[in-house]
């Protein structure tokens, strides 16, 4: 009980953080919606994401394991699917600059807005699964 309490938390702060970050990862609905979408974000790496594994397992050995990431994303869009509050939308990236390293205002598309997000959430909620350990 006391770990899937854990992965709860570490997902609704993961997708809050995401919402903050990425501008086209948006939720309406306050912590409710935040907390329902833990809730079956958990059940889908638990009970799909396995399943979706296998079904690729041919196209991820073909490229030696470089598309593992179209799982994430794809558990992502069943989240959308499965809770409408949450919206991946295309958005304009306004440009970033700092000492000499530009990186340039650049129109992002959904999908590329849900490839994000998904590195995003993988990646806060991998760091803070570690960190509870």
């Not at 938390?9 to 953080?17: F, P, R, S, T």
């Not at 470089?66 to 939308?89: A, D, F, R, S």
């Not at 700092?98 to 340039?104: N, Q």
């Amino acid at each position: 009980m006391k770990k899937l309490l854990r992965s709860i938390l570490i997902n609704v702060y993961a997708l809050w953080l995401t919402s903050l970050v990425i501008a086209g990862f948006t939720y309406n609905g306050g912590g409710q919606t935040l907390a329902l979408a833990a809730v079956i974000f958990g059940v889908l790496n638990l009970l799909v994401r396995p399943l979706v594994k296998l079904f690729l397992l041919p196209i991820n050995l073909l490229t030696l394991g470089l598309l593992g990431w179209l799982v994430n994303v794809l558990m992502l869009y069943l989240l959308t699917l499965l809770v409408p509050q949450i919206k991946i939308e295309a958005f304009d990236f306004p440009g970033f600059a700092y000492k000499g390293f530009i990186i340039p205002a650049l129109k992002v598309s959904q999908f590329y807005c849900a490839v994000l997000a998904s590195f995003l959430i993988s990646f806060i909620s991998g760091f803070l699964h570690w960190l509870s350990k």
